[in-house]
C-alpha cells in the first residue's frame, strides 16, 4: 500500500503564477482533504472534496480552487500567488468523510 | 467550532526524563482528539487518538495520552524521552459526527538533551 502520495515534493513559483499540487489517496479510500502549513504553525484547513464535489470549506480566499478525479484523485490549484501562499501544503484522504484521516508528505511551495 | 491550545512553542527534555504536551480544547460537540508528530521536511504521522471508550489511550513509540472532559484537555505524556523522540507534535480536534475536518493547534517544537 503506497500511502497517501503527493506531487511534486518541491516547487518554486514567482508571484502572480498560478501553480497546481497533485494528491492520491491511500488505496481505497474516497476523501481528500488539503491542509496550508505555513512555518512554525499548525496545518489550516483549506476544503475537502467527496464524490467529486467540494463539500467543506476553510477560511482561503477563491484563488483556491480543487478538483477531484474519478479515480480520487485530487488537484489543488492557487491563483495569482503571493508571497504568503508559500507553505508546505498537506493532503490527507479518508473513508467517507468520518474515518481517521492520513497525511501525505506534502508539497513545498515557495513563492518568490 | 473546534479550536487547539497548545502552550510553549519549544520544549526542552532532558534524554531520559518525562515528556509533557500540554493540550487544551474547544468544541461545541462531543470530540475526538488526535496527537500526530512530524519529522523535519515530512508530513504529519498519528501517534494517537481518543474517540470514545477508555480514556487513556495509548500509541506508538511509547506515548500515552489522557482525555479529561471536566478540563477539556488531553495532554500527551512519555515516560522517557529518546533522542529520536525530537520532533514536532501537533494536537487534533474534530467532531464526533459531521465532518472530518481537523483543527490543529501550533504545535510543540521537542528538543532532547543528551
Known amino acids: 500500500d503506497a500511502g497517501v502520495t503527493q506531487s511534486p515534493t518541491h516547487l518554486i513559483k514567482t508571484r502572480g503564477q498560478q501553480v497546481t499540487l497533485r494528491c492520491s489517496p491511500k488505496s481505497g479510500h474516497d476523501t481528500v482533504s488539503w491542509y496550508q502549513q505555513a512555518l512554525g504553525q499548525g496545518p489550516q484547513f483549506i476544503f475537502q472534496y467527496y464524490e467529486e464535489e467540494e463539500r467543506q470549506r476553510g477560511n482561503f480566499p477563491d484563488r483556491f480552487s480543487g478538483h477531484q478525479f474519478p479515480n480520487y484523485s485530487s488537484e489543488l490549484n492557487v491563483n495569482a500567488l503571493l508571497l504568503g501562499d508559500s507553505a508546505l501544503y498537506l493532503c490527507a484522504s479518508s473513508l467517507n468523510r468520518n474515518t481517521e484521516a492520513f497525511f501525505g508528505q506534502g508539497t513545498r511551495l515557495t513563492v518568490v | 467550532a473546534q479550536s487547539v491550545t497548545q502552550l510553549g512553542s519549544h520544549v526542552s527534555v532532558s534524554e531520559g526524563a518525562l515528556v509533557l504536551l500540554r493540550c487544551n480544547y474547544s468544541?461545541?460537540?462531543?470530540?475526538?482528539l488526535f496527537w500526530y508528530v512530524q519529522y523535519p521536511n515530512q508530513g504529519l504521522q498519528l501517534l494517537l487518538k481518543?474517540?470514545?471508550?477508555?480514556?487513556l489511550v495509548k500509541g506508538i513509540n511509547g506515548f500515552e495520552a489522557e482525555f479529561k472532559k471536566s478540563e477539556t484537555s488531553f495532554h500527551l505524556t512519555k515516560p522517557s524521552a529518546h533522542m529520536s523522540d525530537a520532533a514536532e507534535y501537533f494536537c487534533a480536534v474534530k467532531p464526533a459526527r459531521g465532518n472530518n475536518r481537523l483543527a490543529f493547534g501550533k504545535g510543540n517544537q521537542v528538543v532532547v538533551i543528551p
Open positions: 468544541s461545541s460537540v462531543p470530540p475526538y
Open positions: 481518543y474517540t470514545t471508550g477508555a480514556t
